[in-house]
């Protein structure tokens, strides 16, 4: 069934970017030469998620011309289709959890992430109505229907590594790909999940509107540490090394652009954030926006810097239940996907 659903997403990101045309020319993503090239296609695994708000406010920003780059930013459904466009080359850069470098290397892949935006998830696992009573913590998940992003997504990791915790099978459970904002909030109220990992502003929305409420919070370094024994740094600029390695005056340059945003977002308010960001992304309630963001916006680093100890603690997490880590946890470089190089540069 995964891999029915791997081939789904595979496809489903060739659609994507044949559509929107978002392959650059000018600069081959698997390097050639650090040749400084101005034209950057970055996919997005969710644009108005807060958790990858820094993607489209450095834009806002003007920041990405400010260091002389046309950068692309592709919207894509899901992490794991933006890191499929990624390894098919069709993109050099994705914004998105930095769990998937230590997946991929795990199948023969470098990735590394250059700008780490997060310490934590940003994520929590909210419950529906009528769910509350039965429920309360992971122990529930048994004969639950689950929600995440899509199979093989971050918030798939971190819901089996919540069930594996609470003595859960993944056969104990169904998986349900919900999406994010109004798909997980219509399956919530419909009873197509029972409960599901999401992110703000769809955190917000179904709070604000007595749908659910949340169960375990991962939007905060306390609540991380409880729900995963450590931090987990998440939200991040990863690219393939050989990429990095071959083009490092525009990886600093992307560098310079969103450290420059992380530390507006460290020194402004969420209403001053939510104003830079596109109209559209507030929808019809600009207030709830700017309590999505406020909500969660404790989670950004102002630096861009990988913490280590959390570098090594997703190891860690994966390692428990990945069908992919587990039996090449030892073996595994955590080094070697991340630097911490161009956001020390940029600071």
Same mark, same amino acid.
Not at 94 to 111: E, N, P, R, S, W
Not at 138 to 160: E, H, I, M, R
Not at 287 to 304: E, H, T
């Given at each position: 069934?995964?891999?029915? +659903?791997?081939?789904?997403?595979?496809?489903?990101?060739?659609?994507?970017?044949?559509?929107?045309?978002?392959?650059?020319?000018?600069? &081959?993503?698997?390097?050639?030469?650090?040749?400084?090239?101005?034209?950057?296609?970055?996919?997005? #695994?969710?644009?108005?998620? +807060? +958790?990858?708000?820094?993607?489209?406010?450095?834009?806002?920003?003007?920041?990405?011309?400010?260091?002389?780059?046309?950068?692309?930013?592709?919207?894509?459904?899901?992490?794991?289709?933006?890191?499929?466009?990624?390894?098919?080359?069709?993109?050099? #850069?994705?914004?998105?959890?930095?769990?998937?470098?230590?997946d991929m290397q795990a199948k023969g892949k470098c990735l590394e992430s250059v700008v780490?935006?997060?310490?934590?998830?940003?994520?929590?696992?909210?419950?529906?109505?009528?769910?509350?009573?039965?429920?309360?913590?992971?122990?529930?998940?048994?004969?639950?229907?689950?929600?995440?992003?899509?199979?093989?997504?971050?918030?798939?990791?971190?819901?089996?590594?919540?069930? #594996?915790?609470?003595?859960?099978?993944?056969?104990?459970?169904?998986?349900?790909?919900?999406?994010?904002?109004?798909?997980?909030?219509?399956? %919530?109220?419909?009873?197509?999940?029972?409960?599901?990992?999401?992110?703000?502003?769809?955190?917000?929305?179904?709070?604000?509107?007595?749908?659910?409420?949340?169960?375990?919070?991962?939007?905060?370094?306390?609540?991380?540490?409880?729900?995963? #024994?450590? %931090?987990?740094?998440?939200?991040?600029?990863?690219?393939?090394?050989?990429?990095?390695?071959?083009?490092?005056?525009?990886?600093?340059?992307?560098?310079?652009?969103?450290?420059?945003?992380?530390?507006?977002?460290?020194?402004?308010?969420?209403?001053?954030?939510?104003?830079?960001?596109?109209?559209?992304?507030?929808?019809?309630?600009?207030?709830?926006?700017?309590?999505?963001?406020?909500?969660?916006?404790?989670?950004?680093?102002?630096?861009?810097?990988?913490?280590?100890?959390?570098?090594?603690?997703?190891?860690?997490?994966?390692?428990?239940?990945?069908?992919?880590?587990?039996?090449?946890?030892?073996? +595994? &470089?955590?080094?070697?996907?991340?630097?911490?190089?161009?956001?020390?540069?940029?600071?």
């Amino acid at each position: 069934m995964k891999r029915t +659903i791997s081939a789904a997403v595979a496809l489903a990101a060739a659609s994507t970017l044949a559509l929107s045309g978002c392959a650059t020319k000018k600069t &081959d993503a698997s390097g050639g030469g650090d040749q400084g090239s101005t034209d950057v296609t970055i996919m997005v #695994g969710g644009m108005s998620k +807060i +958790i990858y708000l820094p993607a489209a406010l450095t834009q806002q920003l003007g920041y990405f011309k400010q260091q002389g780059l046309n950068v692309n930013l592709v919207d894509t459904p899901a992490g794991v289709t933006a890191e499929t466009a990624l390894i098919a080359n069709q993109a050099q #850069g994705v914004v998105g959890f930095y769990d998937h470098t230590i997946d991929m290397q795990a199948k023969g892949k470098c990735l590394e992430s250059v700008v780490q935006f997060a310490n934590v998830p940003g994520e929590a696992e909210v419950v529906s109505k009528d769910a509350e009573s039965s429920v309360t913590n992971p122990a529930g998940f048994k004969g639950k229907k689950l929600g995440v992003t899509s199979a093989g997504s971050s918030t798939d990791f971190l819901t089996q590594y919540l069930a #594996g915790r609470a003595g859960v099978t993944t056969s104990q459970y169904t998986t349900v790909k919900a999406g994010a904002d109004s798909t997980f909030i219509a399956a %919530l109220k419909t009873g197509g999940i029972d409960a599901g990992m999401t992110t703000d502003p769809t955190i917000a929305k179904i709070t604000q509107g007595d749908m659910g409420k949340v169960m375990v919070d991962m939007r905060t370094e306390d609540g991380t540490k409880q729900a995963l #024994g450590g %931090l987990y740094p998440a939200s991040s600029l990863y690219m393939s090394c050989d990429y990095v390695a071959n083009n490092k005056a525009t990886v600093q340059k992307l560098a310079n652009a969103f450290v420059k945003t992380l530390k507006f977002v460290d020194s402004h308010s969420a209403a001053e954030i939510a104003e830079k960001m596109p109209a559209d992304y507030k929808g019809s309630d600009p207030d709830l926006y700017v309590k999505a963001i406020g909500d969660s916006i404790g989670m950004f680093n102002g630096n861009g810097v990988m913490n280590a100890d959390g570098a090594k603690n997703v190891l860690t997490v994966l390692g428990s239940f990945s069908a992919a880590v587990k039996p090449k946890k030892d073996s +595994i &470089d955590v080094a070697k996907t991340y630097t911490t190089e161009f956001a020390e540069a940029a600071k």
